[in-house]
């Protein structure tokens, strides 16, 4: 007897502590709003119309004004986090907008393509970095800006629609049709990989906000932003190819894309091939080169390309060797420049003076002091991306003055029959006017802009 008043004294025990943690411990969604499913609620207005209030500073929106979308972001693996991002359609959607909201677990209230109705009396909207939100305030240093909604109040602003879930489309793009109309809105970014330097990493460090880059099969690059506590946080970066779903970000004019989860990426496919987009060519040589006697702000270098094609100077390099020196002084990277067909890059070492004094701007600026900024006894070569000396002007370790490679006060001028460079430097190939007339030179100082021809072989 005593045995069976024993048990029956534990096992009320075991209930009622049972019954304490089940009522004392939180549940993991405790702050998530409830179920609140609506039918007749309808919208009247657009994502512009709302933005267009906007005029420069956080607000509190006064009107009963009311929009509609379709939930594309989910915080079920934690790469998102107290944020909604909808758009406008689940298919070929044409606008996009996010809202802070304090609750964790949203997924399971708001799944992907939960049609949802959001009324926006009392709601903040602002701009940071170029992007509207909604929600809730907060003050920094003085500023307003938009934060989260506390979860008390979102069910009295987000609705969903009951049993109204739609399978939303990506728009499929590619890295190079990226616009900001998709902001916000979730795309699919066809034949990427993750940049080959990356690969082997995982998708995150531990509790930071990283970015990743994903590349194509023309180097164009976006960045996949990642969070440092989301489930796949440690988990590897995949090796392959192929195509990467998420909500296309933005900060200003930098894109950036999220994934809800590791299911968002399929690379199935090999690795692009090695892109090899740096050449060589002898077409490309130095045409002109300025010093005027009346203006030193108005010096220049030009470069010509007698091939019938364009021609990038992506690697290439045009290097100075100030008086007799035979270490390299100063060099200008040309990556950024392509050079048509039967045309010119004109370069400058005082962009704005040249623009003035020739009427029109130069291809590319630079500092003085640089290889476009010579004095007429120095040395230059253009190197091709492999490091070979495609062409010359001057001896390098040749002081220029009182030789047949000065140009000082004047200018040196490639004969127009010239078509291709020269490694090595051939005064016969050359018209060259300065102030001494020395070693064959002509004694003619030349007087900016009537005595050159920039963007012309005369």
């Given at each position: ?82 944020v909604l991002y909808f758009q406008d359609k689940a298919i070929a959607p044409t606008e996009g907008f996010q809202i802070e909201i304090d609750v964790r677990d949203s ?184 010093d005027p006697d009346n203006n030193a702000s108005a010096r220049f270098v030009e470069l010509y390309n007698s091939s019938m094609e364009d021609l990038s100077l992506k ?144």
């Amino acid at each position: 007897m005593g045995d069976f008043n024993y048990r029956r004294l534990l096992l009320r025990f075991t209930v009622l502590m049972t019954i304490c943690f089940y009522s004392c411990v939180k549940s993991r969604s405790y702050d998530v709003p409830p179920d609140n499913c609506v039918s007749g609620l309808v919208a009247n207005t657009t994502y512009t119309e709302v933005k267009n209030l906007y005029k420069g500073n956080t607000f509190q929106i006064q009107d009963d004004l009311i929009i509609e979308g379709y939930v594309i972001s989910s915080d079920s693996d934690g790469n998102f986090f107290s944020v909604l991002y909808f758009q406008d359609k689940a298919i070929a959607p044409t606008e996009g907008f996010q809202i802070e909201i304090d609750v964790r677990d949203s997924h399971l209230f708001y799944p992907v393509g939960t049609k949802i109705k959001i009324k926006l009396k009392g709601l903040y909207l602002g701009k940071s970095k170029d992007i509207f939100k909604l929600g809730a305030t907060f003050t920094s240093f003085g500023n307003v800006s938009v934060g989260r909604l506390p979860a008390a109040i979102v069910a009295e602003h987000i609705f969903k629609f009951c049993d109204a879930q739609a399978p939303i489309e990506p728009t499929k793009i590619t890295i190079n049709d990226i616009k900001e109309e998709l902001t916000n809105t979730l795309v699919t970014i066809t034949d990427v990989e993750i940049k080959e330097e990356e690969v082997g990493l995982s998708f995150a460090e531990v509790g930071e906000e990283t970015e990743r880059i994903l590349i194509d099969c023309d180097d164009n690059e976006i960045a996949l932003l990642n969070s440092g506590y989301s489930d796949f946080q440690s988990e590897l970066l995949p090796e392959g190819r192929g195509n990467l779903t998420g909500v296309l970000l933005r900060e200003n004019n930098n894109y950036m894309i999220s994934v809800r989860s590791t299911a968002d990426i399929n690379f199935s496919k090999e690795r692009c091939a090695e892109l090899v987009d740096e050449f060589t060519s002898d077409n490309i040589f130095i045409s002109e080169l300025a010093d005027p006697d009346n203006n030193a702000s108005a010096r220049f270098v030009e470069l010509y390309n007698s091939s019938m094609e364009d021609l990038s100077l992506k690697g290439w390099k045009l290097k100075r060797y100030t008086n007799a020196n035979t270490v390299v002084s100063s060099e200008i990277d040309l990556s950024t420049l392509t050079i048509e067909a039967d045309d010119f890059v004109v370069i400058s070492p005082n962009a704005e003076e040249f623009e003035i004094v020739y009427g029109f701007a130069p291809d590319l600026g630079v500092g003085t002091n640089s290889p476009a900024d010579s004095n007429g006894d120095d040395n230059l070569q253009l190197v091709d991306p492999f490091g070979a000396i495609i062409d010359v002007f001057g001896v390098v370790g040749e002081d220029g003055t009182a030789t047949n490679h000065e140009f000082e006060d004047g200018r040196a001028l490639r004969k127009s029959e010239i078509l291709k460079g020269s490694a090595v430097y051939v005064i016969e190939e050359w018209l060259i006017a300065n102030d001494s007339g020395e070693a064959g030179t002509i004694k003619q100082p030349k007087i900016a802009p009537d005595d050159f021809s920039p963007r012309n072989r005369n």
